[in-house]
Structures are given as C-alpha cells and as structure tokens.
C-alpha cells in the first residue's frame, strides 16, 4: 500500500500541473476601455491633458470578457482623482463590474483678479490676469477664458490674484425693477412698437421681464439690451 501511494502522489502532481488555469480576464482590454473612455470625456477640456490609469490584478478571478461599459459615478468631474466603473457586458453568470481607480490631470491657464474686484463692479480686461496650473486642484466653476467674465458684474468682493470662479460673476442687469422700458412686438417678418411701460423685476439679457402698460395691463417678453422688452408671437 506504502509502495503504492508513493507511486501515485508524485503521478496526480503531473495530472494538476497538466490541468489548464482557469481563465482570467486580460488587464490590457480594461485598460484600452478605461483609456478610450476618458479620452472621449476629455477632448473638449482645456490645456495639457495627461491619463494615470490603475492597474488591474493580473491574479484576477474575473471571468474574461469581449465588451466593456465604462462610467463616472453620477456627479464626479472628469478631472481629479477619482474611479471609473467597468463593467462587462456579458451573459448573466458570466458579467461582472470593477472600479478602476484614475487620475486625470489638466494642465491650463485659468483667470485670477488682477487686482481688488467691488461687489457690483463691471469687469474689464484690465481687471483680468493668467496663472498656469492643474484645474483639479482648484474649485469647481474655474475659469478659463476672458469671454467668460468681460462684461459680467462681480457677485462679491474679491481680492487681488484670486482665481476667478463662475458662481462669483453674474451677468448685468438689462432691465431693473422700476425702469421705464419699450416694448417690442415681434413675429415673422415684422416688429411692431408696443408702447412704453414700467418693468416689475429685474432681469438680465434673455430672462422674463414684467411690464406694466399705461393703461394698467400687465405683459410678459424677453429682456434685451438698451431697456427693451421683446414679444415674440
């Protein structure tokens, strides 16, 4: 019996080692995916932009797969430090779903004050300048263009040399509460004068401005520059 064990242990070794591994799924097709995917979601940002993807464990039990699907959790920027998710499109049984951890980095000039910006104040280019740095790491709402920002009105004081955010400039007011405005009628092929009134909001270029006509009326249109009110039919 002793003899025969020792003959078959080292023969079901050879068997195991004969045996194919189980399959895996190949890292370098996730990595394509997760690498075709960002440069989708990137293309329209500004400046330099540059990819760190993760790994994924060559040791993997996942099983191997021909399609991927790859997202952004709901919410996340495209740039920073954050994960992607990959799942397989695969038969029940067979699919699976991975977060693969990213970093994307956008190298780019954004705004800065130029100097002390008044709340209300109207910008200027002069009020503009230019640093040059990795957009994840500054807050959300950056800009990144002068058009965003000549001609808007600071929503609250800002000092000099800080970066320029979205939420901080708002855009000036073409109609105010009170003002004597002209109402335009407006359709297909003609443009009628409507008379004069008093505006009862205020509302910046393409907001809904209120009108109340001499005769009491009340009409609504669309504020456009130098006081008017546009009704479209």
């Known amino acids: 019996m002793l003899?025969?064990?020792?003959?078959?242990?080292?023969?079901f070794g050879l068997l195991l080692l004969a045996l194919p591994a189980a399959a895996r799924q190949d890292p370098v097709p996730v990595r394509k995916a997760v690498e075709d995917f960002l440069q989708v979601q990137?293309?329209?940002?500004?400046?330099?932009?540059?990819?760190?993807?993760?790994?994924?464990?060559?040791?993997?039990?996942?099983?191997?797969?021909?399609?991927?699907?790859?997202?952004?959790?709901?919410?996340?920027?495209?740039?920073?430090?954050t994960s992607v998710n990959v799942r397989c499109q695969a038969e029940a049984g067979s699919a699976w779903s991975i977060y693969v951890p990213i970093q994307v980095r956008v190298v780019a000039d954004y705004l800065v004050s130029a100097r002390p910006l008044a709340q209300g104040q109207t910008v200027t280019q002069a009020d503009l300048a230019r640093n040059r740095g990795?957009?994840?790491?500054?807050?959300?709402?950056?800009?990144?263009?002068?058009?965003?920002a000549i001609g808007k009105t600071v929503s609250m004081s800002v000092a000099a040399g800080r970066p320029l955010r979205s939420d901080m400039l708002r855009q000036p007011l073409v109609v105010q509460q009170g003002q004597n405005v002209k109402v335009v009628s407006k359709g297909a092929g003609f443009q009628v004068s409507g008379g004069d009134g008093r505006a009862l909001n205020n509302a910046?270029?393409?907001?809904?401005?209120?009108?109340?006509?001499?005769?009491?009326?009340?009409?609504?249109?669309?504020?456009?520059?130098?006081?008017?009110?546009?009704?479209?039919?």
């Open 3 to 11: 003899l025969l064990a020792k003959f078959l242990f080292p023969l």
């Open 42 to 81: 990137t293309k329209g940002l500004p400046g330099k932009v540059s990819l760190t993807i993760g790994s994924v464990d060559p040791q993997n039990n996942l099983a191997p797969c021909a399609a991927f699907e790859v997202s952004l959790p709901q919410g996340a920027r495209t740039w920073g430090r």
């Open 134 to 148: 990795d957009l994840a790491d500054l807050p959300s709402g950056i800009l990144t263009e002068s058009s965003q």
């Open 204 to 233: 910046v270029e393409g907001q809904v401005a209120q009108v109340r006509m001499a005769n009491g009326s009340v009409l609504s249109g669309i504020a456009r520059a130098g006081g008017m009110v546009e009704i479209n039919y």
